[in-house]
């Protein structure tokens, strides 16, 4: 009877640790769920996808060129998609950098982004975006991305965008890069090109050279559009030369010639007359 007592306490007792070690599991199991839940849904990003790109690139490049040509048959891995923070003082240069992977279909996504400023930089060796940089504001809801061109003072807060894993960025192709010369240029690239290029790279300099250029040939396109104005005109600039030249010789002061030989004559005829 005592062993059989014993045995069913002990029995009772492994039963209840056991129960106790299942709810234990049971209950981690729950709180992990409920964790990874709140985690997904508290965890906030976006998607972006590249637009446009040709699926063939023609380079034109000089015959016999020994110049290496860039692979052009592997443009996803072409790209570099960098998000830069913000959030950390502006003064420092090493800011934090999340390089994001672009997918055969162009595709690219940041994931579990803190709330702050984003700095959102597109590139790629092979082409060229209408806007490859984006300034990106994260919120506690909403992502909102602007528009920031190089070298300006502040992003452009009429372009604001809102993305997300279901709204994505889209990042328009504008142009293939193009890295040789070409065989055939065309005079406004020669003249571009030239030592006097700058002069049509300004436009206040391409103005001054323009006028100057019209003024030093009026006269002469004018003989041959209206001959008698060119006439005219010149006859008019011939008799201002030549008023000019009357003024200024009855301006001058009257010339006294052999001035010694007249006052030793007056002098000579003064004696005279005290003599008489």
Same mark, same amino acid.
């Given at each position: 009877m005592m062993n059989g007592d014993k045995f069913l306490k002990a029995f009772t007792q492994s039963n209840k640790e056991n #129960?106790?070690? !299942? #709810?234990f599991t049971m209950k981690s199991v729950v709180v992990f769920i409920l964790y990874y839940c709140i985690a997904v849904v508290s965890a906030i990003g976006f998607k972006g996808v590249i637009e446009g790109i040709p699926e063939q %690139?023609? $380079? +034109? /490049?000089p015959k016999d060129s020994i110049r290496i040509v860039p692979n052009i048959d592997n443009y996803p891995q072409? *790209? @570099?998609?960098d998000l830069y923070s913000l959030n950390d003082d502006k003064k420092q240069a090493d800011f934090k950098q999340v390089t994001a992977v672009v997918? @055969? +279909?162009y595709q690219f996504k940041f994931e579990d982004l803190a709330i702050g400023e984003y700095e959102l930089v597109i590139s790629s060796y092979d082409f060229t975006f209408v806007h490859n940089r984006y300034r990106v504001r %994260? +919120?506690?809801d909403t992502i909102t991305a602007y528009q920031d061109p190089l070298g300006e003072e502040t992003y452009n807060i009429t372009s604001a965008i809102e993305v997300s894993k279901v709204k994505p960025l889209k990042i328009k192709f504008k142009q293939v890069k193009? *890295?040789?010369p070409k065989t055939g240029q065309s005079l406004a690239d020669m003249v571009i090109n030239s030592p006097f290029g700058f002069i049509f790279k300004n436009t206040t300099y391409t %103005? $001054? *050279?323009v006028v100057c250029m019209a003024i030093m040939a009026a006269p002469y396109i004018l003989q041959y559009v209206n001959? !008698? /104005? =060119? =006439? !005219?005109l010149n006859g008019k600039g011939l008799q201002a030369s030549e008023e000019k030249v009357v003024r200024s010789s009855a301006l001058e002061p009257p010339t006294i010639v052999n001035t010694g030989e007249s006052t030793a004559t007056k002098k000579s005829g003064s004696s005279v007359k005290r003599r008489r």
């Open positions: #129960l106790t070690r !299942e #709810l %690139v023609t $380079i +034109d /490049l072409r *790209f @570099k998609v997918s @055969k +279909d %994260v +919120d506690r193009q *890295f040789y %103005v $001054i *050279f001959p !008698e /104005l =060119a =006439a !005219e």
